[in-house]
């Protein structure tokens, strides 16, 4: 129950702290204008959605089939594919790969699976130097934080916040604008591009008839990453099939339109191996680990599989006023939000992180604003089923369950006392029910059924 202490302290701090919920509100404002701007790109958006729900469930219901066409497809271009049971299974596989290089550093792009895996200090464990790339992941590591957001890894920082950051690392400017220090990022990963042995990405896609990797990205670095040094490793996830390469033409711009408001994101690629003799561009080897970790736990389950069929836009968070409460660190895990509280339990175990599912008001608000359709609140409840079923519930908490149910099942026991009895009771069971900021309505002295009978007579 630790996990579970920890996240409930955590929220409580973080939920009155002003300073945040006015950074994140101002970021995600942001984000909400430009993606009411983008869904208004669409004649029919709903249907655009369907169409997408369709093709996700076809390849999440087929993974099998499809994955082993893009094996056969990508090896036949060069590539080496990799399969990994797990996070150890994936480390062990990308150590190999950086021994057998001579690798003293790597260039990374956004990629959250890696944080899954922790692949930043597994492989500084083994000596090697990894740099993130994109800009909203440098400015975390270079803090030495966790991306907060699965879209937008430092929405918790304001511009000044950065700049301070940065004069504190760097002896920048104290006041240096968003545009020096961008410029200043740039010129330093430059180096680390033409200098890195190795470039790792993850992948947005697996298109399987093309046997192939689509990545999108507003900043250019993914492409630098796997073009500059002579080797790419790609580590995706199971469950980011589609089809066919066609369904690209969807699935890319409803990604773009419900992450970040655009009609497509600035950079979109489909890598289908290293470069070929006649080539003057690009890795001379390719490696593609394909990790399972908990994913196909997640397709056995009769509704929860859907969740496979995410395309990680980051439209769940911003529409949820649970983490635009608590923000994304509170959940410590890889995955935040309502499709983070979907899927961490399965990936780390429902024991210790079974409570993130109850971290919903079950509003819904999630589940409208999902491009491909999963039904995240209700998923959320299938989740919380599934942890009662467990087990996973304090005996002290099951007790005050069944006796809440025998007393209030029963009008004649509830009207046993008055008013300043419940009140005694309920504050030495549950003092600071609501927390230390609110405080619950004292109950009246007597019930609504005697005082309906008095008003009757």
């Known amino acids: 129950m630790t996990e579970k202490k920890d996240f409930l302290k955590k929220s409580e701090d973080i939920a009155f702290d002003e300073a945040h919920r006015a950074t994140i509100k101002f970021n995600i404002s942001k984000y909400d204008a430009a993606v009411a701007a983008g869904e208004k790109r669409y004649a029919d958006l709903e249907k655009a959605r369907d169409i997408a729900s369709a093709i996700k469930e076809e390849a999440i219901l087929n993974l099998d089939k499809y994955l082993l066409q893009f094996e056969e497809k990508i090896t036949s271009n060069g590539a080496e594919v990799l399969w990994a049971s797990d996070s150890d299974e994936a480390i062990e596989n990308i150590v190999n790969i950086l021994k057998a290089h001579e690798t003293e550093l790597v260039v990374k792009s956004k990629s959250m699976i890696t944080e899954e895996i922790e692949f930043n200090h597994h492989v500084e464990k083994n000596g090697v130097e990894s740099v993130e790339t994109d800009l909203g992941e440098y400015i975390v590591q270079v803090a030495g934080e966790k991306p907060y957001h699965i879209v937008t890894p430092a929405m918790h920082k304001s511009r000044h916040d950065i700049a301070d950051l940065f004069h504190e690392k760097f002896n920048t400017p104290k006041d240096s604008t968003p545009e020096f220090l961008t410029n200043y990022v740039r010129e330093q990963l430059r180096k680390k591009f033409t200098s890195a042995q190795v470039g790792v990405t993850g992948a947005n896609f697996i298109v399987a008839d093309a046997g192939g990797i689509a990545l999108t990205e507003n900043e250019g670095n993914g492409m630098m990453s796997f073009s500059f ?21 969807l699935i890319w711009p409803l990604l773009a339109a419900h992450g970040t408001g655009q009609q497509i994101t600035v950079y979109n690629s489909l890598i289908t191996g290293p470069r070929k003799a006649n080539e003057v561009d690009g890795p001379e080897k390719m490696y593609v680990i394909l990790l399972d970790n908990g994913r196909t736990e997640v397709l056995k389950q009769e509704t929860q599989y859907e969740a496979l069929k995410c395309i990680r836009c980051g439209a769940c968070l911003n529409a949820c006023p649970v983490y635009k409460t608590i923000g994304g660190y509170t959940y410590d895990s890889t995955y935040s939000g309502p499709i983070g509280s979907v899927l961490t339990p399965f990936f780390k175990g429902f024991k210790g992180y079974g409570h993130l599912s109850y971290a919903c008001s079950v509003c819904g608000k999630c589940t409208t604003k999902c491009p491909v359709r999963v039904p995240l609140h209700d998923l959320l409840l299938e989740n919380r089923r599934k942890s009662v079923e467990e087990g996973n519930d304090p005996v002290s908490w099951n007790l005050g369950m069944k006796g809440f149910e025998f007393i209030f099942g029963r009008r004649k026991l509830l009207d046993l006392v008055n008013g300043n009895v419940k009140n005694m009771a309920v504050n030495l069971m549950m003092p600071n029910a609501l927390g230390e900021k609110k405080k619950l309505r ?13 008003t009757k007579k």
């Open 442 to 454: 004292d109950i009246p002295k007597d019930s609504f059924s005697k005082q309906w009978k008095k």
């Open 229 to 249: 040094p002579k080797v790419h490793i790609v580590i995706a996830g199971i469950e980011k099939v589609v089809p066919r390469y066609r369904d690209l033409g």
